[in-house]
């Protein structure tokens, strides 16, 4: 006799909540017009919504959907409309099933496009049926955080490798490598969705598999990544690899390659501690018939060749010698640091010097990491790189900087992207998705709370992949590059 009005009951809950619509708040970029990923919208009562990759928020909030309520708005390198008293948001008209718009004015220089990496990256967008990338599954590859990418072109495709991933099931993901690979995108034509274009290798669970699975004790990270003709043609994907007990404690470290039959790296060999900076590090570059490697400064180089990338005594470096700056198999590689002290104790005129960023107003910026890449477009070698120890942020800071030759004189730089109390740290400009010959660049990186004192981590995008685009003809950049730019190219 109960259970008939249990039923009832519970079947009246049902379809209420069905009946039940999320209103939908779109973030606009009051210039472009598209969507605005990570921006956040705060209530008056401290509820927290992030908007997903296309800008979108679904709000579906009990008790809150019919009314006016408030919205505090934030979003790192965008401004909000301000009320009347001069609070950043906007009150908006809530009911089931409706919509708001909202414009915010972009500060950066460079437009964030969205989340490469991660689940949910349209979450909010597919809770309101809208269409989004088709070969979107709620997480793609059991990914739900991925650390510092490597990318290389490799016989006709994308090789990307990244460092630590978490999974969903388990605090303990990935920790010997992720790999996947994707098409390269069409010649002129705008990048794709690149999260959606990713094809993790995965296991039969589901979840990524490491494509370093027996390197030995240690996570294994690896960089330097670069794709090279051997003796007899044959292009070979090599890596460096480390195997670390912690951030700051190496185990051991050594090169690896592709393993085009398994599809996973296959350890070469491993170092001696006698083998110093010769090696592959940071992001690798083709400069004619050699191979420079950029952290940020492009300081090592190798000839572009397997078996010369695999002999630590083909490496040459990028040092200051008998006062002036120049390459060779002996000595250190060049510093900011080693420059400036060169200049004091009078081994180098100040007029000579190479490594010395400095902005608009003169400040010494301190360059953490990064990548050097040709610009076809700029007729210059261009820098996209993160600051340590930025005024908004410890290592959120990034700037954009070019130069007459790979090696510099690296002088100005411009702050194109910021992300206060944040990290966004590794970055590179991958130049195989550049557009317009060069005018437009996208460079991604590691946005993640670590190293920043943020007092919590924002959801979804936390310990992940961003992505951004750079207009190199933004008049904040020419007034400073073409102020003194020379005509001259390598």
């Known amino acids: 006799m109960v259970s008939g009005p249990r039923m009832a009951l519970s079947g009246a809950l049902i379809t209420a909540v069905a009946a039940a619509q999320p209103f939908e708040i779109h973030v606009r970029d009051a210039v472009t017009g598209r969507g605005v990923p990570l921006v956040e919208l705060r209530t008056v009562h401290q509820v927290r919504y ?35 008293f001069g609070m950043e948001g906007q009150a908006l008209d809530v009911r089931p099933g409706g919509r708001a718009e909202v414009r915010l004015v972009r500060t950066n220089i460079a437009e964030r496009i969205g989340r490469i990496t991660g689940a949910g990256r349209y979450r909010d967008s597919q809770l309101l049926g809208h269409t989004v990338p088709v070969s979107e599954p709620p997480v793609r590859g059991g990914v739900v955080g991925q650390d510092s990418v490597q990318a290389v072109v490799h016989r006709g495709q994308i090789h990307w490798f990244w460092g630590d991933t978490s999974r969903a099931s388990h605090p303990l993901g990935n920790f010997h490598t992720t790999g996947a690979v994707s098409a390269l995108p ?165 007029g000579a010097a190479r490594l010395q960023l400095r902005d608009a107003g003169g400040r010494l910026i301190r360059p953490h990491a990064g990548s050097v890449r040709w610009n ?26 070019e130069a007459p030759d790979s090696t510099g004189p690296w002088c100005r730089a411009v702050k194109v992207a910021t992300h206060p109390s944040y990290s966004f740290y590794n970055p590179v400009h991958h130049d195989f998705l550049d557009e317009a010959a060069g005018r437009y660049i996208y460079f991604e990186g590691t946005f993640a709370e670590t190293f920043s004192g943020a007092p919590f ?32 190219t390598p």
């Not at 070698?381 to 954009?400: A, K, N, P, Q, R």
């Not at 310990?463 to 005509?487: I, M």
């Open 50 to 84: 992030w908007t997903d990759n296309a800008g979108r928020v679904a709000f579906d909030e009990p008790g809150w959907m019919s009314g006016r309520v408030f919205f505090f708005i934030r979003s790192p390198g965008y401004v909000a409309p301000r009320d009347g």
């Open 186 to 350: 069409a010649p002129g034509s705008p990048p794709q969705d690149l999260g959606a274009m990713l094809r993790y290798w995965e296991s039969e669970e589901g979840f990524v598999r490491p494509m370093a699975p027996d390197f030995g004790e240690g996570m294994v990270w690896v960089d330097g990544a670069c794709s090279v003709p051997d003796a007899s043609g044959r292009q070979r994907l090599v890596v460096r690899y480390a195997r670390m007990k912690s951030l700051e404690r190496q185990l051991g470290h050594g090169l690896a390659e592709w393993d085009e039959e398994r599809c996973s790296l296959r350890r070469l060999f491993e170092y001696g501690e006698s083998v110093g900076w010769r090696h592959p590090a940071g992001q690798a570059v083709r400069v004619g018939d050699w191979v420079l490697f950029a952290q940020p400064f492009a300081t090592v180089r190798v000839p572009a060749r397997f078996e010369a990338v695999t002999n630590p005594a083909a490496y040459e470096c990028f040092a200051i010698r008998n006062g002036a700056w120049g390459w060779g198999a002996t000595g250190e590689p060049g510093t900011p640091e080693r420059e400036r002290e060169a200049i004091q104790h009078g081994a180098l005129t100040a």
């Open 376 to 401: 076809g477009y700029r007729r210059r070698w261009v820098m996209i790189f993160v600051e340590s120890g930025g005024t908004e942020s410890f290592l959120g800071e990034v700037w954009y900087s």
């Open 457 to 488: 981590a924002i959801p979804r995008y936390d310990y992940n992949q961003l992505l951004y685009r750079l207009d190199l003809d933004d008049p904040r950049l020419r007034a400073v590059f073409d102020a003194t730019r020379e005509a001259d």
